[in-house]
């Protein structure tokens, strides 16, 4: 069982009380279960999917419902799923922590269910994930429930119409919203740490993703002659959404719960620390160093990870591996080389065989 225990040991009794009674009232929900649907090789097309993995609690709160009546979605909701997977993976390649464990979904460990930075980090870019997506797919015109996006209220700022087919942003994100703080809304139920921490990162994530559109272009005219450019906003690759999240993820703030009269408030952990923003992380668990194996803790550890042996950042054999020491192999590689051009068109090249040192934590 995946329970996350949020309630603090130097709260009041009255407030543990209240606490362990919201914990055992939702300790059936747990965290970024949906991406598990990612994993699925199917087509999603029949009520009888959503059940199904309703069943399994994978769809979890209103998701269930949201699944049926939005049937045209599901497959991009797997898309979603799988470039949320991918993209964390490929943004934390560099850190003892690289996100290898959200493939375990749906039985993920503590970094991920505890209420961690990682946590945070993951739950926002879902959800900007499932936004993206959607919003891309409403403007690529291959939905029927949505088209293109609104056409910015500003006028153009310099010599251009808008024009085209904007992203539908404030349909993907709304659908996000609706979607990803699904499991996290649960009427008459006391609110919990972990319900009002979800739903602030998902929030930010999504905050993040349509903040940063981009204005894109097209010319027309004679000849490429750029009489006439009509340019529409559009959402850069999720990969820089993510690196985006990643900053945030930096400077994430550790809260606590508190209460404002019936009111849960989460706040600084640290008093001298000012209020978070709306577009920053929260966690409520601190995360361990990841340097070595302790399933209790969600850690894998770093024994055996790739490492630069030159390097002072997180990628470097220092900090990998913790300064336990790494090895040098030498391996040897196959590369193009000796390329020589052909009239006309094409380069031909040998492979010759290199060797390169490659470092590996022990
Ligand atoms: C929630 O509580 C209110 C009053 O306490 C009640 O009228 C309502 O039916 C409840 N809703 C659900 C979904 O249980
Ligand atoms: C990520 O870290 C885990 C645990 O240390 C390791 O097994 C895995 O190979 C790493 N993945 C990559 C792509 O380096
Ligand atoms: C290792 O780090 C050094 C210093 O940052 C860098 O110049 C070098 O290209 C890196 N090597 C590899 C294989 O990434």
């Not at 009041?12 to 699925?40: F, P």
């Not at 994978?58 to 898309?79: A, D, S, V, Y």
């Not at 690529?140 to 209220?153: A, D, H, K």
Request: glycine share 8%; charged share 20%.
């Amino acid at each position: 069982m995946n329970i996350v225990l949020t309630c603090n040991r130097d709260m009041q009794t009255r407030v543990i009380k209240i606490c362990l009674v919201s914990l055992l009232l939702i300790s059936h929900v747990v965290a970024l279960q949906w991406l598990a649907i990612g994993k699925r090789q199917m087509m999603w097309n029949k009520k009888a999917h959503c059940t199904h993995a309703r069943r399994q609690k994978l769809l979890q709160g209103n998701q269930g419902r949201l699944c049926k009546r939005n049937m045209e979605f599901m497959p991009l909701i797997i898309n979603a799923a799988r470039a949320t997977m991918k993209t964390c993976q490929e943004t934390f390649a560099d850190r003892r922590w690289n996100c290898s464990s959200i493939d375990f979904v749906p039985n993920l460990m503590h970094d991920l269910t505890a209420g961690t930075r990682e946590q945070a980090f993951v739950s926002s870019l879902a959800s900007a994930a499932v936004g993206h997506t959607i919003a891309r797919a409403c403007s690529m015109g291959s939905l029927l429930s949505c088209g293109c996006g609104r056409v910015p209220r500003e006028p153009p700022n310099g010599a251009f119409k808008w024009g085209g087919c904007a992203d539908n942003l404030r349909h993907g994100f709304k659908f996000a919203r609706s979607f990803c703080d699904s499991p996290w809304r649960q009427k008459n139920r006391t609110e919990t740490t972990e319900a009002i921490m979800n739903r602030h990162n998902n929030k930010a994530g999504r905050r993040i993703a349509r903040t940063s559109v981009i204005t894109q272009c097209k010319c027309h005219g004679v000849s490429g002659s750029c009489n006439i450019k009509t340019c529409w906003r559009a959402l850069p690759k999720l990969l820089e959404v993510s690196e985006f999240l990643k900053r945030k993820y930096y400077i994430a703030t550790e809260v606590v719960s508190q209460w404002r009269g019936k009111r849960r408030k989460l706040i600084p952990a640290n008093s001298q620390m000012g209020m978070y923003g709306k577009n920053d992380l929260i966690f409520i668990t601190k995360s361990p160093d990841y340097c070595l194996p302790n399933p209790k803790v969600g850690s894998l550890g770093t024994r055996g990870r790739l490492c630069n042996g030159s390097s002072s950042g997180t990628y470097g054999c220092d900090s990998m591996c913790c300064g336990r020491g790494f090895t040098i192999e030498t391996i040897e590689k196959l590369e193009r080389c000796h390329c020589k051009y052909y009239w006309c068109c094409y380069v031909k090249c040998k492979a010759c065989r290199i060797w390169v040192q490659q470092q590996k934590c022990y």
